[in-house]
C-alpha cells in the first residue's frame, strides 16, 4: 500500500496544483515541492529499511487488489532493488524538476505542475506495475503529460519536437499494447485463465515464432524510449526544445524506462529470443555509442549535443544488459543512476545559461568562466563525469558494463571502448566552447543563484558519492538482478 | 378500382427518387435541396408501402410512418440550420458555402 | 606507520577541497600555506614512511592500508586499499618531496596571478590523485589515478584560459592520454578476463603461472599496457601532445610534464613488470619505442628555440631512455633515472621560470643571454641541472643513471648494440642542446631589459634541487667503481634484478665511450654557439640543413601527419552527418504523409453538390458490385 500512496499524493498534488494557480500561482510550485518530497522521504525510508534486502526472494514488497477481474485485470505492484532505486532516482530527480522550474516556468503554471506531477506519476508507476495493464496504463500516463510539457512550455520549435517525440514513443507503445494483448490471449488459451499479472505471464510458453514477434512488439517500444541508433532521432529534438525540467526528467527518467523495460519483460518473458538476438543488439548498442558521440561532436546547439551524448551512454546500457552478465549489468544499473544525474545536471546547466543568455548556440558562447566560475566548476564536473573520469559515478558504469561484456565479447568491446575517446573529444569540445577560450559576451551575468547552487552541489555530491562508495546500491539491486539473471538464463 | 401491380408503383418511387436526386445535385439553393431530398425520402416510402401490399406485411407501412417521423425531425432542424446559415452568410447558395473545405 | 598511509593522498585532497569550495573568500596567503602547506605535511608524512622502512624489518616489507570497499559483485572486488612497497616509495618520495619545493616555489612564482586559488586547488588535486596513482592496490584503483592525473593535467595546461591556444593545447594533451587510457583500461579487461583479478600483487602471482612466456594473449596485455603507458609518458607515436603542454605555468611543467605524471608510464611497466617478463615481443617493442623517441625526441630539442619546449622535448627524450631501460630489463637503473631525472628537470624548469619571469615572459632563447651575471645563483643551479641532463661525467647525477642504462642497454639479456648505439646518439644530443641551453641563455650580451630578480621563496627550492642534481647520484655507483648499490637494493624487494647477457665487453670500455660521446656533445655544443657561431649562420642558410632544421622544429610532422591522418576524416565525417541521416528517414515519412494528405484533401471541397455525387457513385458502385458477384 505504501507503494501507492506516493502516486497518489502525486496524482492529487498535481490536480491541486492546476485548481490553486488561478488563485495564486505561488502556492502550486509548494504544492508540487512537497508532493515530490513526500514520495523522496517514502522511498529513501524503504531504500533503508531494505538496505539488507529480503532473505529468499527478490521481492521486497507485493501489493495488489482485483481492479477488472473479469478479464484477468489486477492492481498489482511490486517492489524490487532495481525498482527501488529508480523510484529513488525518480523521485531525487523529481524534486529538482520542480526546483528547477521555480522562476522559469510562467505562464500556465498549475498547468505545468500538473504535467510534471502526472509524468513523474507515470515514470513512477512505470517501474513497480507488475501487472501489463497497469504497466500501459502508466506508460501512456507518463506520455501525454510530457507531451504537454514540450508542447506548451518549450522553444521556437516545440511543436514540431512533441510531435515527433509523440508520434515516436506511441507508435512503439501501441506494438506493446499488441505484443501484451497477444501474450495475454496466448497465456489465456494455455491456461485458460486469462490475466495480465506478470508473474502469470511469466509462466507462458509460447511458440518460438510467436515469441519472436511479441517480443519485437516490446522491444520496439522500449527500444525507442531509450533509445537505440537508429530509432533515436526523437530525441535530439525533444530535449532540445523541452523545457530545462522536461530536458532533465526526458533524460534522467523517460529514458531508463526503456532500459528498465527490457531488463524486467524482455529477459524474463522472451529469454530464448533475447538471447538469440543479443549479439545483435549489442552490435545495435556499440553503433549507438559511436554513433550518438560523433554526433554530439558536430552539434552547435548545446542542449542538442548533451541529448546525442544520451544517445551514446544509452549505447552502453543497451551494450549491457545483452551481455546477460551481472558485472554488466550492475553497471548498467550504475549507468541509469549516474547518466541520470550527470546528464541531467548538464540540462540543467544548459536551461540555465539560456535563461542568462537567450541562446543555445555555443559559438554564441565562449569564456564563460571568467563570469560564472561557480558555474563553470559545475559543469566542469559533470563533463568529466559524462566522458567518464573516475571518482565519478559513470566510470564505474561504463567500467563494469565495459568489464562484464568484454568477457562475452571483446571485439565488440574494444570497439565500444572507442567511445570513451570521442566521448573525451566531444566533452572537451563543449567545455572549450562554452566556458573557455577568449570571453566571446559583454554585458553582466549572475553566477549561480542560491536555489541553483543547492541544485547543483547535490547533484554534485550524488556523482562523487556514486563513484566513490557505490557499493549500497550494488548491494540493493543484487538480488534482482540475479533474479533476472535466473530467469533469462533459460535462454543460454 | 383496378390493383396497380407492385411494379408499376416501384417504378413511379424510382423516377421519384431519381427527380429528387437530380434536383439535390442541380439545385444551388439549399432549400431547393431541402425539397428534393423530401422528395427523395417519399420516393423511399412509396416503395417501401408498395413492397409491404404485394407481401401483404405491415412492415412496410411501419417504416413509412418512421420515414415520415423522421423525415419531419430532419426539416425542422434543416430549416433551423438554413435560417442560421442565411443569418450568418446572407445567402442559400451552396457554392458560395465551403466553410468545410480542406485547405 | 602503516594506519597513516592515507594521510599521504588525503592531505593534498583536503587541501584541493578547501581551496575548491573556500578559495575564493581566502587571502592569498592562506592560499599558499593550504596549497603548500598540505602538500609539505605529506612530503613529512612520506619521509618519515621511507625512515620506517629503512629501519623496520628490511626485508619485504610492505604497507598495506584498506579504506573501505570501492564495488564489489558477482566475481569482482575492488577495494580502495592503498599498498606501499619499495618502488611506491620512491614515487611517493619524489612527488610529495618535489612536488613540495614545486608548490613552494609557485607560491611565489603565481602570486600575482588572479586564480592563485584555482592553480593550488589542481595542483593540490594533481599531488593526490598521483599518490593514488602509485599507492593503489589494484589496477581500477590505478586507474583512477591515472585519469586523475590526466584530468589535473588538462586544467593546469589550460589553466590561463582565456587564450583560445592553450585550451587547444590541454584538449590534445586529454585526448590524446585518453587514447593510450583507452589501450590500458582494455588491457586491464583482459586481465581481468584471464585471471579473474584486478589486484595487482594477485596479477603478478598468478601470471606466471597462467600464461606461457611470449603467449599471445600476454602479449596484447603488455603491449596494451605499453600503449597506456606510452599515452602518459609521451612516447613516439603519441608524444605530440608535451610540448604543447608548455602553455601551462612553468610550475606545472616542472611537476607535471616532467617530474611526475609523465614518468606514470615508467611506473606501470615496472608495477606490470611480471606480466612483461613474459613477454620477449613487448620488451623488445618497449626498448625500441623508447630508443626511437629519445633520438626523434632529442632532435627535435636541438633546434627548438622555446626554453620550455627544448625542455619539454628533452623530457621526453629522456623518458625514452627509461623506457629503454625497462625493454631491457633494466627495472631499477629506469627507475634510478626516473629518481635523478625528477630532480633535474624540474630544476631546470624552475630555473627557466625563474629566467622568463625576469625576462618579462620571453620565452625565446636567443633573445636571452648574458643573464650569468645578473642571476649568478640561477646560473649556478641551472648549470647544476644541465649537466646532470647532459649527464657529465661523475660529479653529476644524471651521469649515474644515464650511465646504468647505457650499460644495459648493451649488456643486459634484451641489450643489443642498437640499442646502445641509440642509447649514445641521444647521449651525444642530450649534451649537446644542454651545453646550447646554457651557452645561449646566460653567457653572452644581454639582449632583453630585465626585471626584479626572485625572491628567497623561489631561490631556495632550486638550491636544493641543485644540490640533489648533484649528489642525487652517489647513492649508485657503477659496478666497477664503487661498490655501492643503495638505490637496486632498496627496489631489489620489488623488482628483480637485471639479467646480464654473455659475451659483452668489459664495463669500462662501453663506458669510455659514454663519457666521451657526451663530452664531445658539450663541446660541440660550446663550439657551435660560442667559439665559432659563423659556421652555424652558414649551416643555416644552406639549404640541406635548413630543411633538416626544420623538419626537427616541427617535431617530425607528426602533428602535420595527425592533422591529416585523423583530425581531418573526422572533422569531415562529424561534419557531413551533423544533421543526422536518420533524421532524413523519418523526415521522409512526414514529407510523404504530407503529400499523401494534399492529394486526398483535393476531395474535401467543401461543395455539397460534390459531396452527393460522391455518395451517389459510391452508392451506384457498390450496386454494381452487388450485382455483379
Known amino acids: 500500500m505504501i507503494l501507492v500512496i506516493p502516486i497518489i499524493v502525486l496524482l492529487l498534488g498535481g490536480c491541486s496544483c492546476w485548481l490553486s494557480a488561478s488563485k495564486r500561482f505561488v502556492v502550486c510550485r509548494w504544492i508540487a515541492l512537497v508532493a515530490m518530497l513526500a514520495g523522496l522521504v517514502v522511498f529513501s525510508s524503504l531504500a533503508m529499511t531494505y538496505r539488507g534486502g529480503v532473505n529468499g526472494t527478490a521481492w521486497l514488497i507485493d501489493y495488489r487488489v482485483n481492479w477488472i477481474p473479469a478479464i484477468g485485470i489486477s492492481f498489482h505492484i511490486a517492489l524490487d532493488g532495481l525498482s527501488l532505486i529508480l523510484q529513488l532516482l525518480t523521485y531525487f530527480l523529481g524534486t529538482l524538476a520542480v526546483l528547477c522550474s521555480w522562476t522559469e ?67 512503439g507503445g501501441l506494438l506493446m499494447l499488441l505484443a501484451i494483448l497477444a501474450l495475454y490471449f496466448i497465456h489465456g488459451q494455455q491456461t485458460g485463465a486469462y490475466s495480465f499479472g506478470y508473474f502469470d505471464l511469466l509462466q507462458t510458453t509460447i511458440q518460438p515464432s510467436a515469441a519472436r514477434w511479441i517480443m519485437s512488439g516490446f522491444l520496439v517500444a522500449f527500444l525507442v524510449k531509450l533509445p537505440m541508433v537508429p530509432l533515436h532521432n526523437w530525441l535530439p529534438d525533444a530535449h532540445s526544445e523541452a523545457p530545462t525540467a522536461g530536458s532533465l526528467i526526458l533524460a534522467g527518467l523517460l529514458l531508463k ?159 565500444a571502448s572507442i567511445g570513451l575517446v570521442l566521448a573525451a573529444v566531444y566533452s572537451l569540445r563543449m567545455m572549450q566552447s562554452v566556458f573557455l577560450g577568449p570571453l566571446a559576451i559583454s554585458g553582466t551575468y549572475r553566477d549561480l543563484s542560491l536555489r541553483e547552487w543547492v541544485i547543483i552541489a547535490v547533484l554534485s555530491c550524488s556523482i562523487v558519492v556514486l563513484g566513490l562508495y557505490p557499493q549500497p546500491v550494488m548491494d540493493l539491486v543484487k538480488a534482482a538482478l540475479n533474479n533476472i539473471i535466473h530467469h533469462s538464463s533459460g535462454g543460454i | 378500382m383496378m390493383p396497380v401491380h407492385a411494379n408499376t408503383v416501384l417504378i413511379v418511387a424510382a423516377v421519384l427518387f431519381l427527380l429528387g436526386l437530380v434536383g439535390v445535385l442541380t439545385r444551388k439553393n439549399i432549400l431547393f435541396m431541402l425539397l428534393s431530398i423530401e422528395i427523395m425520402l417519399n420516393a423511399a416510402g412509396l416503395a417501401f408501402v408498395a ?45 458560395a458555402l465551403k466553410e468545410l473545405r480542406d485547405k | 606507520m602503516q594506519q597513516y598511509l ?72 575492488v577495494g580502495l586499499t592503498l599498498r606501499v612497497d619499495a618502488l611506491s616509495l620512491v614515487f611517493i618520495f619524489i612527488i610529495t618531496f618535489v612536488g613540495a619545493l614545486i608548490h613552494v616555489f ?67 594533451a586529454f585526448i590524446i592520454t585518453r587514447i593510450g587510457d583507452t589501450a590500458l583500461i582494455i588491457g586491464i579487461f583482459l586481465l581481468f578476463r584471464e585471471l579473474g583479478s584486478l589486484q595487482i600483487p594477485a596479477i603478478l602471482d598468478q601470471a606466471p603461472q597462467r600464461f606461457s612466456s611470449g603467449s599471445g594473449a600476454i602479449t596484447t596485455i603488455a603491449l596494451l599496457l605499453l600503449a597506456g603507458g606510452m599515452g602518459k609518458s609521451a612516447q613516439v607515436p603519441l608524444q605530440t601532445w608535451l610540448p604543447d603542454a608548455m602553455a601551462g605555468p612553468t610550475p606545472v611543467s616542472a611537476l607535471i610534464h616532467a617530474a611526475t605524471m609523465v614518468t606514470a608510464g615508467v611506473y606501470l611497466i615496472a608495477r606490470m613488470h611480471t606480466i612483461f617478463l613474459l613477454s620477449p615481443l613487448a620488451m623488445t617493442v618497449t626498448a625500441a619505442i623508447g630508443s ?14 622555446d626554453i620550455k619546449r627544448i625542455l619539454a622535448y628533452s623530457t621526453i627524450s629522456q623518458i625514452g631512455y627509461m623506457f629503454l631501460a625497462l625493454g631491457v630489463g633494466a627495472w631499477s637503473a629506469a627507475i634510478f633515472h626516473f629518481f635523478t631525472h625528477a630532480f633535474f628537470k624540474a630544476l631546470l624548469f624552475l630555473a627557466a621560470g625563474v629566467v622568463i619571469e625576469y625576462l618579462h615572459h620571453e620565452q625565446d632563447i636567443f633573445r636571452m643571454g648574458g643573464l650569468k651575471k645578473q642571476l649568478p645563483l640561477v646560473y649556478y643551479c641551472f648549470l647544476a ?22 650499460w644495459y642497454a648493451y649488456s643486459a639479456a634484451g641489450g643489443n648494440a642498437i640499442f646502445w648505439i641509440a642509447g649514445l646518439v641521444g647521449a651525444f644530443i642530450t649534451a649537446f642542446y644542454s651545453a646550447r641551453l646554457v651557452v645561449v641563455v646566460f653567457w653572452g650580451d644581454r639582449k632583453t631589459p630585465v626585471g626584479s630578480p626572485p625572491g628567497r621563496t623561489m631561490t631556495i627550492p632550486l638550491v636544493i634541487l641543485a644540490f640533489l642534481s648533484i649528489t642525487a647520484g652517489f647513492i649508485e655507483w657503477p659496478h666497477n667503481l664503487l ?10 624487494t620489488v623488482l628483480p634484478a637485471t639479467s646480464l647477457r654473455g659475451g659483452h665487453p668489459p664495463e669500462f670500455i662501453l663506458q669510455i665511450v659514454a663519457v666521451v660521446i657526451t663530452l664531445s656533445g658539450i663541446c660541440t655544443g660550446y663550439y657551435l654557439y660560442f667559439r665559432n657561431t659563423a659556421v652555424l649562420a652558414q649551416w643555416k642558410s644552406s639549404r640541406f640543413p635548413a630543411a633538416a632544421r626544420e623538419f626537427f622544429f616541427s617535431g617530425w610532422k607528426f602533428d602535420a601527419l595527425y592533422n591529416h591522418l585523423v583530425v581531418r576524416p573526422f572533422l569531415f565525417l562529424t561534419g557531413i552527418n551533423k544533421r543526422d541521416v536518420f533524421d532524413r528517414l523519418s523526415d521522409g515519412i512526414v514529407t510523404f504523409s504530407k503529400q499523401f494528405n494534399r492529394s486526398l484533401s483535393f476531395s474535401q471541397n467543401g461543395s455539397l453538390r460534390w459531396y452527393v455525387a460522391g455518395v451517389l457513385i459510391g452508392i451506384l458502385f457498390i450496386i454494381t458490385i452487388q450485382l455483379i458477384l
Not at chain 1, 508507476?125 to 500516463?141: C, K, R, S, T
Request: glycine fraction near 8%.
Open chain 1, 105 to 171: 516556468i510562467r505562464q500556465r503554471t498549475g498547468f505545468y505542475f500538473f504535467n510534471l506531477l502526472a509524468t513523474i506519476a507515470g515514470i513512477s508507476g512505470v517501474f513497480i506495475a507488475m501487472d501489463l495493464f497497469l504497466f500501459y496504463f502508466f506508460w501512456e500516463l507518463m506520455l501525454v503529460p510530457m507531451y504537454f510539457l514540450i508542447a506548451i512550455w518549450g522553444d521556437s520549435n516545440r511543436r514540431y519536437a512533441s510531435y515527433k517525440f509523440f508520434i515516436f514513443t506511441q507508435a
Open chain 1, 257 to 415: 524506462t526503456g532500459a528498465y523495460g527490457i531488463l524486467r519483460f524482455v529477459l524474463t518473458l522472451f529469454p530464448e529470443q533475447a538471447a538469440a538476438i543479443a549479439s545483435w543488439a549489442m552490435l545495435m548498442g556499440v553503433i549507438g555509442i559511436i554513433y550518438g558521440a560523433l554526433l554530439a561532436f558536430a552539434q552547435t546547439d548545446i542542449k542538442r549535443l548533451i541529448a546525442y551524448t544520451s544517445v551514446s551512454h544509452m549505447g552502453f546500457v543497451l551494450l549491457g544488459i545483452f551481455s546477460f552478465r551481472e558485472i554488466a549489468l550492475q553497471g548498467v544499473v550504475m549507468q541509469m543512476l549516474a547518466h541520470g544525474i550527470s546528464t541531467g545536471a548538464l540540462f540543467l546547466l544548459a536551461g540555465m545559461l539560456k535563461e542568462r543568455l537567450h541562446t543555445r548556440e555555443i559559438n554564441k558562447m565562449g569564456g564563460l568562466w571568467t563570469l560564472m566560475p561557480a558555474m563553470g566548476g559545475a559543469a566542469m564536473l559533470f563533463t568529466m563525469a559524462s566522458l567518464g573520469l573516475p571518482m565519478l559515478g559513470n566510470f564505474i558504469a561504463e567500467f563494469l558494463v565495459l568489464l562484464g561484456t568484454f568477457q562475452v565479447n571483446s571485439t565488440l568491446t574494444t570497439i
Open chain 2, 51 to 95: 413492397a409491404g401490399s404485394k407481401w401483404q406485411q405491415p412492415d412496410g407501412q411501419v417504416m413509412f410512418l418512421f420515414i415520415l417521423a423522421m423525415a419531419a425531425a430532419e426539416v425542422s432542424v434543416a430549416l433551423a440550420l438554413v435560417l442560421q446559415i442565411y443569418h450568418q452568410y446572407k445567402t442559400l447558395d451552396v457554392d
Open chain 3, 6 to 77: 592515507f594521510l599521504i593522498p588525503v592531505l593534498p585532497l583536503a587541501g584541493f577541497l578547501l581551496l575548491a569550495l573556500a578559495g575564493k573568500t581566502m587571502s592569498k596567503r592562506a592560499i599558499a600555506f593550504t596549497g603548500t602547506g598540505s602538500v609539505c605535511v605529506a612530503a613529512l608524512i612520506a619521509i618519515l614512511l621511507c625512515t620506517d622502512y629503512l629501519s623496520g624489518n628490511s626485508g619485504n616489507a610492505v604497507y598495506i592500508q584498506s579504506l573501505w570497499q570501492w564495488f564489489q559483485t558477482a566475481e569482482l572486488a
Open chain 3, 106 to 172: 609557485a607560491s611565489a612564482y603565481m602570486r600575482a596571478d588572479r586564480d592563485y586559488a584555482r592553480f593550488f586547488a589542481c595542483m593540490n588535486l594533481f599531488v593526490a590523485s598521483m599518490l593514488v596513482l602509485v599507492m593503489a592496490d589494484n589496477l581500477v584503483l590505478l586507474y583512477l589515478g591515472w585519469e586523475g592525473v590526466g584530468m589535473c593535467s588538462y586544467l593546469l595546461i589550460g589553466f590561463w584560459y582565456e587564450t583560445a591556444a592553450n585550451c587547444r593545447a590541454a584538449n590534445k
Open chain 3, 292 to 305: 626511437i623517441t629519445l633520438i626523434v625526441a632529442g632532435c627535435s630539442a636541438m633546434v627548438q628555440t
Open chain 3, 385 to 406: 641541472g644541465a649537466g646532470s641532463l647532459a649527464a657529465v661525467p661523475l660529479i653529476s647525477a644524471g651521469f649515474y643513471s644515464k650511465d646504468a642504462i647505457l
Open chain 3, 483 to 492: 661498490n655501492v648499490h643503495l638505490f637496486s637494493e632498496w627496489l631489489g
